[in-house]
């Protein structure tokens, strides 16, 4: 725990208070001292057996109340608070004189204590006569420390200490802790040491790891950092909290005296979180993590730690704080991993690390995207497509529980990515079958653009039935090219020509020479000579071989009327013109056109 004010204090510490409800108005008389020392252990089943008889026993009313006293106050010495409490009850019985009335206070009030409920300073006695009961400044001391009041702590702090040998064994080692690191705390640097020998009558107590850790409190509060350091790692071999605060103190003292590295560092909290889980400590070192990633720069650590904190914390008001600094470190990450500024096998690595924690979130499959999409943009295929099916299937998930959460034309976008990953990739087949099995967008202009890709890949697949069959409007070049040569690759030469002329007319100045040559010989062999002719005298400058353009040219000129004596002749012609046009598409081809 620690003092409000900013004065550390033990975790586990039973937190004490002396009131419960509010004080009454008629003057109450001090209850009369604790005996707990008549409850030993050797003695705790022959006591239980006694006092339960006697509870049982009573008859209904203020001796059955007494009763109920005894027994609540023999759990209370024994640090039994569940037993304790059950008996006691939560409303003071009635018929209770003015003593057995205080006496109640103080027992209930001793349960609140040890439960770590505490009360505001200032309400912690009914009235000035209770300042004089003998057990005040020990319970008084150690409900200051609950409430953070330094003030309080100093002046009950001696008194405490000379009270507490009055308690059982089992109830010293339960406050002898708490008690020591308070005045650490208030520096009462002679009552600590004091505090400190007493251990040597608790032997098992002082081998637990709460010893060495409050001795290591001691020598960094007195300066003597090496002596501390010693005392930490000791505590930090232990299984429990104080093991815990030893490993979080173990690091702030490495970092500030510069003896760990910021690595080091959030590698011993990472372990830390692995030694000890579930309570304010294991929070503690989650925060400590965060906030040493995200000052030495290392945004992934710091995105683990506060994904951790919203994983395991989500109640905690910590959360609210951890979920704003995610929120910023995300869009920071995925921002500088997406235009370049962090390698692909570091955002790889991040972006690994960091999924487990965040994909829950609706807004991370977005951020899932602009991962793919860099792996796509850097030629990292098929790991790009198996992100964007990943981000679907998360998607489709989301979209069970709320059918509006994503849209159709999302869902269809994410494939048509997935899909042209895979057909980067020269994964064609599979990329078919992607887009055969996506829903449609909606949208037009996306459904035009989704159709043409089907297409593109349903031809690479060796579908050319199917790719031919898909509806495209809005037909780009690549499109229109994509069309002659499927017309061309079935041998149906009036649509290649159909096909290629369209394509050279709407872009005649990305018309290349492998485009000429194919529709030279699909306008020849479809006994278009219009075209082929047309074709045969651009083609010098779209193929740049003078000798073949010659050739083609003079082959494709219009003969003169021939007469039946020359038909054969004019058959051999023709052939040789093809002939001639085939030369020149193998060239063409050859040429990379």
Request: a negative charge; proline letters at 5%.
């Amino acid at each position: 725990m620690e003092l409000r004010g900013g004065f550390p204090l033990m975790g586990g510490v039973l937190a004490l208070c002396l009131l419960c409800g509010p004080a009454a108005a008629e003057a109450i008389p001090a209850p009369p001292p604790f005996d707990f020392a008549q409850y030993t252990q050797a003695g705790f089943l022959a006591d239980r057996d006694v006092l339960t008889a006697g509870f049982a026993a009573a008859e209904p009313g203020p001796s059955r109340a007494v009763a109920r006293l005894n027994l609540a106050e023999f759990y209370l010495a024994h640090v039994m608070l569940p037993e304790g409490r059950s008996v006691l009850g939560d409303e003071m019985p009635d018929g209770l004189i003015p003593a057995e009335q205080a006496r109640w206070r103080a027992i209930a009030a001793g349960f609140d204590i040890m439960e770590g409920v505490g009360v505001p300073s200032g309400t912690l006695l009914p009235n000035a006569d209770w300042a004089n009961w003998q057990d005040y400044h020990l319970w008084a001391a150690l409900n200051a420390i609950t409430q953070g009041d330094a003030e309080e702590l100093e002046g009950n702090l001696a008194g405490a200490a000379d009270r507490l040998p009055a308690y059982p064994p089992v109830f010293v080692e339960a406050c002898l802790p708490a008690l020591l690191e308070g005045a650490i705390a208030v520096k009462q640097w002679a009552l600590a040491e004091r505090l400190s020998r007493d251990f040597d009558n608790y032997p098992e107590l002082k081998a637990q790891p709460v010893y060495s850790f409050l001795i290591g409190r001691v020598a960094e509060q007195s300066h003597h950092p090496e002596k501390a350091y010693a005392a930490y790692r000791e505590a930090a071999k232990g299984r429990d909290r104080y093991a815990q605060r030893a490993r979080l103190a173990l690091v702030d003292l490495g970092l500030a005296k510069g003896a760990l590295t910021t690595d080091q560092g959030l590698s011993m909290l990472a372990e830390a979180n692995l030694a000890w889980r579930g309570d304010r400590f294991d929070l503690q070192a989650l925060e400590q993590r965060a906030h040493l990633g995200e000052k030495s720069g290392r945004d992934v650590e710091a995105l683990i730690a506060y994904g951790e904190i919203l994983t395991r914390f989500p109640d905690r008001p910590q959360a609210r704080t951890a979920a704003e600094a995610a929120d910023r470190l995300l869009k920071a990450f995925y921002a500088k991993g997406a235009a370049g500024k962090t390698s692909l096998t570091a955002f790889t690595a991040g972006h690994q690390r960091l999924e487990p924690y965040y994909e829950a979130r609706a807004d991370f499959q977005a951020y899932a995207e602009q991962f793919a999409d860099r792996l796509l943009e850097l030629g990292a295929t098929t790991q790009a497509s198996s992100e964007y099916r990943k981000i679907r299937e998360a998607l489709s998930v989301q979209r069970k529980d709320n059918p509006e959460a994503v849209s159709q034309d999302r869902m269809a976008y994410l494939a048509l990515r997935e899909a042209e990953a895979l057909a980067r990739g020269g994964q064609f087949a599979r990329a078919a079958k992607v887009l055969e099995a996506s829903e449609r967008p909606a949208d037009a202009q996306e459904l035009n653009q989704f159709n043409a890709l089907q297409a593109r890949v349903l031809a690479e697949a060796g579908k050319t039935d199917a790719a031919l069959d898909t509806k495209v409007t809005a037909q780009s070049i690549d499109h229109l090219r994509l069309q002659a040569q499927l017309h061309w690759k079935k041998g149906d030469w009036s649509a290649a020509t159909r096909s290629y002329r369209a394509l050279w007319k709407t872009a005649s100045g990305d018309f290349s020479e492998t485009d000429a040559v194919q529709l030279l010989l699909a306008a020849y062999r479809s006994g278009d000579l219009t075209t082929a002719r047309s074709v045969a005298e651009v083609f010098p400058r779209l193929a740049g071989r003078e000798d073949l353009n010659k050739l083609v040219a003079s082959l494709l000129a219009e003969p003169a009327k021939l007469t039946p004596l020359m038909d054969a002749a004019a058959r051999d012609r023709l052939r040789n013109a093809g002939d001639a046009i085939e030369m020149v598409g193998a060239e063409a081809k050859r040429a990379g056109g």
